[in-house]
């Protein structure tokens, strides 16, 4: 995939990965972050420090350059003046112009502390109990004589009580935030309430501000000791023109202040070539002299009156403003190319994850299918296995029933009933029993009456199957019947008791009916049928 003209699909996953952090943290085109990190062997940390801190000639680049001595034409920012100027010349040609200076990102050394070591703070403790004592007396008469007039105060301690704005004594380095919000302070103190809207962070923060927003950076640098600062200050920097000008949205100024007398102020005055006070400076992306560079685009040393402050300013401003707007469109295009490509990464990644959700519940359907299969499989075994067992149990008992006592036998010891059997069973069966025999044997004779009745038929099946007869009885084998016996007046349900006796039961004759035993989920189906037809 090729993106600005740079084919992505070339680079590596590191690579890849480098170019993603190094966008997201500085929101630079891939055309241009590209050969940054090439020229900083792809280590993220020095493309992003040259990034913001600029960067120095490639020795290795002018090298290639020089070797092939190829002509190249320096950027050039003209104004109407200089074209009038250039052709009012013989030539018609406008003199090259210089390239601004850079502007070098600042960042003060962060205050390292010594801490003395334990031997020499037991030897000096004396001298420090006794200095502080010294220092706090002082302080006491300091504090005493600051309520005596001015013209009888004495001169030493009229100085040492300066302080503030103006204040040369006791200014303590501070962290590049509080410095600036201690320089508003004054700045305030000093002159009032001002509508100026001071950058309250560091002098590096303020650049990086401006570079991030492409905005331009206006450094005001005091001098409160000298003297030109206060008329300064209250002719041009706070009157209405530039208070309105600078708050004006549509210039994108970020202001940033500082008292030399502070540490950074003060290293920004040498890094900036400040020689005259009061001092200002405009600096801005200049992305034709490189696409990360901050450059210098005007400098303003001394007082002035605010007309004239305010159109320099101008001037500087219209001159690199379409620049800033090149570059700012193009960034909106890359923002809006990066939200395009993460929208259709996340309804990719979720069309991906429905399709796997859809596969998940398919393979987890066919898996419960699969397992109701088998389920259904092994019943059906069982139930094989359950009703080959029961077929052997009723030929192994019919071979166990005692035959019917013939007509010779005592009346007494003979019981004589009549059977009412299922239909299918063959009607109404009249037999005798021995009176010992139990009431589970009369089960069994039910049970097993179509192979008591035609034991030819049985045989001859058999024979026809092949199959040879198993009438041993089964083993693992609980018997269940599926019918009862019972007296029809008065009801009398007979249960397959192995101790019962018919003749102690039943007595010496009886009418029993054989009732088919429905099971509990035919019974529930049967009555939900039967609420159907009654809806």
Known sequence: MADNGVDLSQLSPEQQSALEQYTQVTAQDIKDAVPLLERSQWNVQIAISKFFDGEGPDPIAEALEAQNNIPRQAARHENLQESFMASSRPSGRALPRLRPDPAPRI?????STHRTPLLFSIIFSPFTF???AVSTLFRTFLYIFAFLP???RPRAITTSMTSGWKGT???RMLMPRDTAARFKREFEEEYGNTSLPWHEGGFAQALDLAKSELKFLLIVLMSPEHDDTESYTRETLLS????????DPANNIVLWGGNVLDSEAYQVAAEYNCTKFPFSCLVCLTPKEGSTRMSIVKRLAGPMSPQTYIAEIQTAIN????DLAGVRADRAAQDLARNLRTEQDSAYER???RDRERARQRKEAEAQAKLAEEQAREQALVAERLAQKREQWRRWRATTIAPEPDSSADPKAVVRL????????GGRVVRRFAATTTVEELYAFVECYDLLTNPDEEVNREKESGEESDRERPEDYTHEYKFRIAAPMPRVVYQPDESATLGSTIGRSGNLIVESVIPDDDEEEESDSGEEDVE
């Open 107 to 111: 960042v003060p050394p962060p205050q």
């Open 130 to 132: 006794g200095f502080r």
């Open 150 to 152: 001015a013209s009888v």
């Open 169 to 171: 004594m006791g200014r």
């Open 240 to 247: 209405p023109e530039t208070i309105n000008f600078i708050n």
């Open 319 to 322: 001159k690199y403003a379409p």
């Open 351 to 353: 069309s991906l994850a």
């Open 418 to 425: 009549a059977l009412k059997m299922p239909d299918n069973a």
